[in-house]
T-cell receptor, first 116, second 113 residues
Framework: SAVISQKPSRDICQRGTSLTIQCQVD?????MFWYRQQPGQSLTLIAT?????????ESGFVIDKFPISRPNLTFSTLTVSNMSPEDSSIYLC?????????????FGPGTRLLVL | QKEVEQNSGPLSVPEGAIASLNCTYS??????FFWYRQYSGKSPELIMS????GDKEDGRFTAQLNKASQYVSLLIRDSQPSDSATYLC?????????????FGSGTKLNVKP
């Protein structure tokens, strides 16, 4: 399995501020993704982090609110901008390893964000 | 219609029993199917995957796939209280250069001692 780390593990932020979450993966990982999981809900894909180019965002998520960088194969950041209490959630970084039907996705430990 | 349907539960089973978790999906192009376990306050962890119709066993876990019925299930034999968690089903579909995972909302399993 792939090794994925995230930081910070949790944070409490004030409304209107921004938080950048970092994700580090091991060299097995080819694709990186960012998910949000709101309390009691399942995983919602925010975007696919593309190395050296703009991330690919899912419907309902925009770059101005969730800018993402992936400067190299093993590192990505997600920024939650101009935060509101509705952004309180768990943010998960994931990475996929393997190819074809063997491609498997692994998750980091998550960042628990509370916006006051 | 949701792409991936799971009964939210909770599913309660006594310790030692077989827990049966079910999942239906709408995309007939789905290629691989994954089961993840998520303990409260933790991130999802991979249990197993299945690609071909039929059964696949891994220890106490058996995944069953029926592509014609668009149905995948996970059986947990000899359920233990430590199996109490939310189980997420995730079919995948191949895109240009990677597989996109579609996560269900999960079934919460309670195993009673």
């Amino acid at each position: 399995s792939a090794v994925i780390s995230q930081k910070p593990s949790r944070d409490i932020c004030q409304r209107g501020t921004s938080l950048t979450i970092q994700c580090q993966v091991d060299s097995q990982v080819t694709m990186m993704f960012w998910y949000r999981q709101q309390p009691g809900q399942s995983l919602t894909l925010i975007a696919t982090a593309n190395q050296g180019s703009e991330a690919t965002y899912e419907s309902g998520f925009v770059i101005d609110k969730f800018p993402i960088s992936r400067p190299n194969l093993t590192f990505s950041t997600l920024t939650v901008s101009n935060m509101s209490p509705e952004d309180s959630s768990i943010y998960l970084c994931s990475g996929s390893a393997g190819r074809g039907t063997q491609e498997t996705q692994y998750f980091g430990p998550g960042t628990r964000l509370l916006v006051l | 219609q949701k792409e991936v349907e799971q009964n939210s539960g909770p599913l309660s089973v006594p310790e030692g029993a077989i827990a049966s978790l079910n999942c239906t999906y709408s995309d007939r192009g789905s290629q691989s199917f994954f089961w993840y376990r998520q303990y409260s306050g933790k991130s999802p962890e991979l249990i197993m995957s299945i690609y071909s119709n039929g059964d696949k066993e891994d220890g106490r876990f058996t995944a069953q796939l029926n592509k014609a019925s668009q149905y995948v299930s996970l059986l947990i034999r000899d359920s233990q209280p430590s199996d109490s968690a939310t189980y997420l089903c995730a079919p995948t579909r191949g895109l240009d250069n990677f597989n996109k995972f579609y996560f269900g909302s999960g079934t919460k399993l309670n195993v009673k001692p």
